[in-house]
């Protein structure tokens, strides 16, 4: 067999292992009970959950408090996901901006005690456009070590 073949071989070889781990580290939603389970397994990587914002017969979230002149740095509010199961979330930084206006809200972190633990929220929120795909997109509004 040639050098060049058996290079050839090698960089194939190489990508399939890549994308064969990428595969494994994908991330998926889930939903708090399956949080915990994680949580408990000993899951230090972030784990996904998506969900809505809990709101009164008003229309005004339940649940949300953000206190910055006593701690700018500390974010707390409720989130039900997509089963219903309700649950804190403690996120250690600012209140995103126009999180009162998201649809939907993702959390990565993990579930300590009967807390989740936020490490970076996405929303999705209401788009100005009629476009589709816009619709469908979460943005990261706010990352914290």
Do not use: W
């Not at 915990?36 to 969900?51: D, E, F, R, T």
């Not at 939907?104 to 300590?112: F, I, S």
């Amino acid at each position: 067999m040639k050098r060049i073949h058996i290079f050839i071989l090698i960089v194939i070889a190489a990508a399939i292992g890549l994308i064969v781990s990428s595969m494994g580290s994908a991330s998926k939603y889930v939903s708090f009970e399956e949080a915990i389970a994680m949580s408990q397994s000993g899951n230090k990587k972030g784990i996904y959950v998506i969900g809505e914002l809990p709101k009164d017969a008003q229309g005004h979230i339940v649940g949300m408090e953000y206190t910055p002149s006593v701690n700018p740095n500390l974010f707390r509010f409720m989130l039900k996901d997509e089963k219903g199961k309700l649950m804190p979330v403690v996120y250690p930084d600012a209140k995103p901006q126009d999180f009162e206006r998201a649809e939907k809200v993702v959390v990565v972190g993990n579930v300590e005690g009967n807390e989740f633990h936020a490490k970076k929220i996405l929303m999705k929120c209401p788009s100005k456009y009629n476009d589709q795909q816009n619709k469908n997109e979460f943005t990261e509004v706010a990352t914290s070590n």
